[in-house]
């Protein structure tokens, strides 16, 4: 396994595709240019519009989708890996789905992956979030294939599901995508403890590229885009803006991480017994 650099794009997408496929076009080059192989986008790059009914007037499926058509130009044209976070991806029936896209130097795409984790809550302060109610989940963990190493898909909620991200370690992937739209709220408490866990708890790099900042439909994210070490460092960090950062990636440091803490391996079934109901226990 040789190394190979890895870079984030941070954005700020907002309500226009083609706005916001031209800032990630923009960024992609810049990060290529500075030497990176493989570039990751935030989660929902070309739009962010909680209105279901703009969103659906604005993107169409897979196959005729024009700005997939534009990220595999790029990739093509660059000789790169662009791995666009998600895309919001029309469906039979009106459904959405938060699809990740794996693109090949010869602009091939080579993995798809649709977040399985719906994020649904409701916030003090009055905001409140229905992913289930415009998004369609996935039911299947995906590891694709780099020519350095393997790469295991996830979109920014799934990173509080642990198993998940086990699953994918454990199925090969030295590295760990997490293309995200943190809440500012959440971001704050919450963005480096839960990345950082599971970087040390799978032995796996985490690249994790993330939306910034005030956006047009009213939500605010927390950026901080990063890139973290299987050790649990972070290697790499973003602030607040728009911008990219890149890292060398050593998929042999994954390995030698996991044979010094063997956390993959020395995983075990266990029982639960059930537990006696209140007012059960004999005195």
């Known amino acids: 396994m040789t190394t190979f650099k890895a870079a984030c794009v941070q954005m700020r997408s907002g309500r226009s ?17 500075a030497g990176a192989q493989y570039v990751l986008t935030p989660e929902m790059t070309t739009i962010l519009d909680r209105d279901r009914a703009a969103l659906l007037d604005k993107i ?6 024009p700005s997939l058509q534009r990220f595999r130009e790029i990739a093509r044209e660059l000789g790169i890996y662009v791995h666009v976070g998600s895309m ?16 090949a130097p010869n602009g091939a795409v080579t993995a798809r992956y649709d977040k399985i984790h719906m994020f649904d809550v ?17 039911d299947t963990a995906i590891v694709a294939d780099l020519p350095w190493t393997k790469l295991g898909l996830t979109i920014c909620y799934d990173v509080r599901f642990p198993a998940l991200h086990r699953t994918l370690a454990a199925a090969g992937a030295n590295v760990i995508a997490v293309p995200a739209a943190f809440t500012k709220k959440t971001g704050e408490a919450h ?15 985490i690249v994790a590229a993330a939306q910034a900042g005030h956006h047009e439909d009213g939500r605010d994210t927390f950026g901080h ?24 990636i050593d998929p042999a440091f994954s390995s030698s991480t996991r044979q010094a803490i063997p956390a993959l391996l020395n995983q075990r079934d266990f029982a639960l017994p059930a537990m006696p109901q209140v007012g059960s226990f004999v005195a």
Do not use: C, M
């Open 122 to 138: 409701d916030l003090s302060g009055g905001e409140s979030y229905r992913e289930s109610a415009t998004y369609r989940a996935g």
């Open 191 to 205: 963005w480096h403890v839960l990345l950082r866990a599971r970087a040390i708890e799978t032995g796996s790099y």
């Open 17 to 33: 595709v083609d706005a916001n496929v031209d800032d990630a076009e923009a960024l992609i080059r810049a990060a290529a240019a």
């Open 88 to 103: 919001a991806i029309r469906l039979p029936d009106d459904h959405i789905a938060n699809r990740s896209f794996l693109i």
């Open 60 to 65: 169409g499926p897979e196959d005729i989708d």
């Open 225 to 248: 885009s990063i890139i973290i070490d299987p050790w649990g460092k972070i290697v790499a960090e973003a602030g607040d803006q728009p911008g990219f950062i890149i890292a060398e």
